[in-house]
């Protein structure tokens, strides 16, 4: 647990210059709600100039929106979001491989194992083999989704790791 | 779209002083995944002092594990992560309402939406009570998850609004 082992070291300087943030609230203040991929080389808040408290955030693989449905319900909902901005970016693991591929490197790891093998062909990893098309895809999904209100605002990024730019695509 | 708007100048200064984080690699540094909530309040890589291409970071509401698990298989399967960090927090939504209360709200809102009604039913929103049950039971979850290698080390988190720090729970 190494990298566990760091974390009260690397809060103490964050917690030592808290002050005000203590008064933030729940709902958003800039009330949008972010989605967009778990790759450790994206830092939304930096490279958005997003400060604690302005945008709840949602990451996965990818940036995949079907997943990110039932925290949309509730930011909307609940939290007063009018906004949804999804994020995929240039050189995403998820253009990187297949289902398949995954499946059998968990098969492969647990030989002989019926249980871990219907567990893993039960799961789509939703990869896909074009950033453009995956965020017109996702944007078009949610706009089509009964579940999300017609008047919420939906856009659809590009974040290139190569430069730290946003590029609006949708 | 007020937020969207205002994306492409706050990304400005992080591409100007992007530098050598163009090198980075798609796997963590850290080898570590992170759990924690969508929550607007939160800024992870600030309060745990992590740099780009450290850590995964999957967020969604409440820090939900088993949203999280296509997300973690990636990463560990194919991005070499060994550790998975859950953090949940004070305050957070979750604990405010439930899911009952919610489907109303998305009932109310489109009366006689039979579609609307179906759909709503099925989603089951994943409140808790208390964040410290809450955290050892994501814990717990992750443990005994058949795709997820018993080797990988697993530590749950609570990350306090109030005051900026992280306590490990377990």
């Known amino acids: 647990m190494a990298a566990a082992a760091e974390f009260i070291k690397g809060n103490e300087p964050y917690a030592a210059q808290f002050g005000d943030k203590k008064s933030l609230v729940i ?5 949008v ?13 930096a490279h958005l100039g997003l400060k604690e408290g302005d ?3 949602i990451r996965n ?9 039932r ?12 906004e949804v901005a999804v994020f995929h970016h240039t050189d995403c693991g ?9 499946r059998n490197i968990v098969k492969d790891a647990a030989p002989g194992d019926a249980d871990i093998a219907a567990r893993i062909d039960a799961i789509d990893f939703h990869e896909f083999s074009d950033v453009e098309e995956s965020i017109k ?24 790791v190569e430069t730290g730019k946003v ?3 949708v």
């Open 55 to 57: 945008a709840a955030v």
């Open 33 to 45: 709600a972010i989605v967009t991929c778990m790759d450790g080389r994206l830092d939304p808040a």
């Open 61 to 69: 693989a990818g940036g995949l929106v079907s997943e990110a449905l």
């Open 71 to 82: 925290s949309l319900i509730i930011s909307q909902r609940l939290l007063g979001t009018r």
């Open 94 to 102: 998820m253009l990187h491989f297949n289902t398949p591929q995954l």
């Open 137 to 160: 895809k996702d944007v078009e999904w949610l706009k089509e989704q009964p579940l999300i209100p017609e008047d919420i605002a939906i856009t659809g990024w590009v974040y290139e």
């Open 167 to 169: 590029r609006q695509v």
């Open 27 to 31: 709902s958003p203040r800039k009330c």
